[in-house]
Nanobody, 119 residues
Framework: QVQLAESGGGSVQAGGSLRLSCTAS????????MIWYRQAPGKGRELVGG???????NYGRSVKGRFTVSRDSAKTTMYLQMANLKPEDTGLYYC?????????????WGQGTQVTVSA
């Protein structure tokens, strides 16, 4: 099992920046990818971006060029640096890890951290 804890959310004005963190604990050796999602009020969950165990990074179309995914050298913490924030970036930001070990798949979600961007 992998446990995920997000932090760093808050309220910011449009044009501002925030950095989110997602720290994994537990059976982290089996993690193949860590991914950020977000969910705005009344909308479905949207892919923000993620990083694989070998360092490949991808982004959702709406955040490309403004958000940056990175991680620490221990591969236990993933970051989401958000710049030039817009009101439409408001939402609950979740971290997810996927992978597996010993033939047992693993798929874990954090509780989420709220980001609110005011105009």
């Amino acid at each position: 099992q992998v446990q995920l804890a997000e932090s760093g959310g808050g309220s910011v004005q449009a044009g501002g920046s925030l950095r989110l963190s997602c720290t994994a604990s537990g059976s982290i050796s089996g993690i193949n990818a860590m991914i950020w999602y977000r969910q705005a009020p009344g909308k479905g969950r949207e892919l923000v971006g993620g990083i694989t165990s070998d360092g490949k990074i991808n982004y959702g179309r709406s955040v490309k060029g403004r958000f940056t995914v990175s991680r620490d050298s221990a591969k236990t913490t993933m970051y989401l640096q958000m710049a030039n924030l817009k009101p439409e970036d408001t939402g609950l930001y979740y971290c997810r890890s996927v992978g597996g070990s010993g033939g047992v798949p693993q798929d874990s979600w954090g509780q989420g951290t709220q980001v609110t961007v005011s105009a």
